[in-house]
């Protein structure tokens, strides 16, 4: 290698190093340090702001020192595969799952909520075209099969981690777990809905037998719950199923 791509290459890689943690790195000699300001600080705000702006609520419960030095150690450690700036935050995910350190200041529920809280960028960005063709929006959901949206995320938290916020931090897990549904309509607007458990085998059950109809899934449900009644759960999930629709998901039944 020429020695002088050899130098460039590493006056960049000290560039970077500079740039992700200045007090570490010293930055090259070449380039005076006011021009090493611009960047530090254009590079850092940008990076903060996405997450702050991301997280609003995990960014609440730090203070400012203690918020800033996650962003910092998490700007300077972890090794990021996208070039979007749309995935910071599922990077930052990567580094609290993977990377972070524990600290006295980090809730035992951190985890959970950036994740809860990621949703929301994630089904805000995700590009996925329906097929309208294959959907019958006016479908008996009873009689046909029903089709859910992709637009929609279900997951289990062990906090009820949309009720957190600066004033209510629980500090054990609960013994039943919360489901939490996170879906994006037919606006592009992004919405939650707390689901009982009746309910989260439901959308699951819809999910993975693409070939039964709605009632065909409710009597499975019912094999399931000996407690009640059949026709009970046959029609409290009409009822159910017809709200999934309204909120759009459900779109419809397959053709």
């Given at each position: 290698m020429p020695e002088a791509i050899k130098n460039f290459k590493d006056v960049q890689y000290q560039f970077t190093a500079h740039l992700r943690d200045p007090e570490n790195n010293p930055a090259p000699t070449e380039i005076e340090d006011r021009r090493m300001e611009i960047y530090r600080g254009l590079l850092y705000r940008n990076v903060q702001g996405f997450l702050a702006n991301g997280f609003p609520v995990t960014r609440k419960l730090y203070s400012d020192e203690n918020w800033h030095k996650m962003v910092r150690d998490f700007f300077s450690i972890h090794q990021s595969h996208s070039p979007y700036f749309k995935d910071i935050s599922k990077e930052f995910i990567k580094y609290l799952s993977n990377e972070r350190e524990p600290q006295p200041e980090d809730p035992l529920f951190l985890l959970e909520l950036t994740h809860y809280e990621w949703l929301e960028i994630y089904l805000s960005f995700l590009d996925v075209e329906i097929d309208w063709n294959n959907i019958n929006q006016q479908g008996n959901l009873l009689e046909e099969v029903p089709v859910l949206s992709?637009?929609?995320?279900?997951?289990?938290?062990?906090?009820?981690?949309?009720?957190?916020?600066?004033?209510?931090?629980?500090?054990?897990?609960?013994?039943?777990?919360?489901?939490?549904?996170?879906?994006?309509?037919?606006?592009?607007?992004?919405?939650?809905?707390?689901?009982?458990?009746?309910?989260?085998?439901?959308?699951?059950?819809?999910?993975?037998?693409?070939?039964?109809?709605?009632?065909?899934?409710?009597?499975?449900?019912?094999?399931?719950?000996?407690?009640?009644?059949?026709?009970?759960?046959?029609?409290?999930?009409?009822?159910?199923?017809?709200?999934?629709?309204?909120?759009?998901?459900?779109?419809?039944?397959?053709?």
């Open positions: 992709p637009l929609i995320h279900l997951n289990q938290y062990q906090f009820p981690v949309h009720k957190i916020k600066p004033g209510f931090q629980p500090k054990i897990a609960n013994e039943e777990p919360t489901y939490l549904l996170v879906y994006r309509d037919l606006q592009d607007k992004v919405g939650f809905l707390e689901m009982n458990p009746m309910t989260a085998s439901l959308v699951k059950h819809i999910a993975d037998n693409e070939q039964q109809s709605g009632k065909q899934i409710l009597q499975s449900l019912a094999k399931e719950t000996p407690n009640l009644e059949e026709n009970v759960i046959i029609q409290g999930g009409l009822t159910t199923l017809t709200q999934l629709q309204q909120k759009d998901i459900i779109l419809g039944t397959r053709n």
